[in-house]
């Protein structure tokens, strides 16, 4: 009768934790399908091995520095512009110089002059002009200034958008590290403690098939584990995961 009791008492454990379980897998696909657009929960094949996607990852990406990310680049690129900008708004305040040149043909009419008969202004048939303005801005309603200050407010902005970008991309890459060590020192610990509690079952089936223990000895030694390799696949899964979110975001994946 204990031995009953017992039992159920471990399947009772084994069905909640398996409806917790359940749960989460539910609301993973969920979040799946939202991040994806789709109507419905999905989720990814269970053909997928985490490794082959691990290893993937590393042949199509290569670690770059925190400055070299895409989005710290395209940051940076928007900086240089705005830099322009800034630049032209600037010129525009400056004297320009323009030269300007004509050339009139005139034709055989004769024009009459007073006292002379004249084919054009220099007496040939082709004139040309050559002359330079300059141009000096004094005022024009502050549309210069207001451009320049438009400038400025943008450079200012992109400057701030890359020093953010440049900060997340350094913080990210060392959260992964971190994370990966974390991961390597549980998944470590895992094994020893899948390997422990193994040599603990067998230790156990070996006395009580020579007399000494109880059928409660069986399984609790059983039961953990079950549990040392339920965290031995988790924390390796983890780790994999981690080294996947590294490469992610301190790489240039092509």
Same mark, same amino acid.
Request: hydrophobic share 45%; glycine share 6%.
């Given at each position: 009768?204990?031995? &009953?009791?017992?039992?159920?008492?471990?399947?009772?454990?084994?069905?909640?934790?398996?409806?917790?379980?359940?749960?989460?897998?539910?609301?993973?696909?969920?979040?799946?399908?939202?991040?994806?657009?789709?109507?419905?929960?999905? $989720?990814?094949?269970?053909?997928?091995?985490?490794?082959?996607?691990?290893?993937?990852?590393?042949?199509?990406?290569?670690?770059?520095?925190?400055?070299?990310?895409?989005?710290?680049?395209?940051?940076?690129?928007? &900086?240089?512009?705005?830099?322009?900008?800034?630049?032209?708004?600037?010129?525009?305040?400056?004297?320009?110089?323009?030269?300007?040149?004509?050339?009139?043909?005139?034709?055989?009419?004769?024009?009459?002059?007073?006292?002379?008969?004249?084919?054009?202004?220099?007496?040939?048939?082709?004139?040309?002009?050559? $002359?330079?303005?300059?141009?000096?801005?004094?005022?024009? $309603?502050?549309?210069?200034?207001?451009?320049?200050?438009?400038?400025?407010?943008?450079?200012?902005?992109?400057?701030?958008?890359?020093?953010?970008? +440049?900060?997340?991309?350094?913080?990210?890459?060392?959260?992964? !590290?971190?994370?990966?060590?974390?991961?390597?020192?549980?998944?470590?610990?895992?094994?020893?403690?899948?390997?422990?509690?193994?040599?603990?079952?067998?230790? +156990?089936?070996?006395?009580?098939?020579?007399?000494?223990?109880?059928?409660?000895?069986?399984?609790?030694?059983?039961?953990?584990?079950?549990?040392?390799?339920?965290?031995?696949?988790?924390? !390796?899964?983890?780790?994999?995961?981690?080294?996947?979110?590294?490469?992610?975001?301190?790489?240039?994946?092509?």
């Amino acid at each position: 009768m204990p031995d &009953v009791l017992r039992a159920s008492q471990e399947l009772s454990l084994v069905r909640l934790k398996n409806a917790a379980l359940a749960a989460d897998v539910v609301r993973a696909r969920e979040a799946f399908a939202v991040s994806l657009g789709l109507p419905s929960p999905a $989720g990814a094949s269970s053909k997928i091995e985490l490794s082959a996607a691990l290893q993937g990852l590393q042949r199509s990406c290569r670690a770059v520095p925190a400055h070299e990310r895409s989005d710290v680049r395209a940051a940076a690129v928007a &900086v240089a512009t705005a830099e322009r900008d800034v630049k032209s708004s600037t010129l525009a305040h400056l004297p320009t110089i323009d030269a300007v040149s004509s050339v009139v043909y005139a034709s055989d009419t004769v024009i009459a002059i007073p006292e002379r008969v004249n084919l054009s202004l220099n007496g040939l048939h082709t004139t040309w002009t050559v $002359g330079g303005v300059l141009t000096l801005p004094l005022y024009d $309603g502050g549309v210069r200034y207001g451009q320049r200050k438009e400038s400025l407010g943008k450079l200012q902005i992109a400057q701030a958008r890359l020093r953010r970008a +440049t900060e997340d991309a350094t913080r990210e890459a060392t959260e992964a !590290e971190q994370l990966i060590a974390i991961a390597r020192e549980r998944s470590v610990a895992a094994r020893a403690n899948r390997e422990l509690a193994a040599e603990a079952a067998r230790l +156990t089936k070996f006395g009580f098939s020579n007399g000494h223990g109880t059928s409660f000895d069986l399984l609790e030694t059983d039961r953990r584990l079950w549990i040392a390799e339920d965290d031995a696949l988790v924390s !390796e899964a983890a780790l994999v995961s981690a080294q996947m979110i590294k490469l992610l975001v301190s790489s240039d994946c092509r």
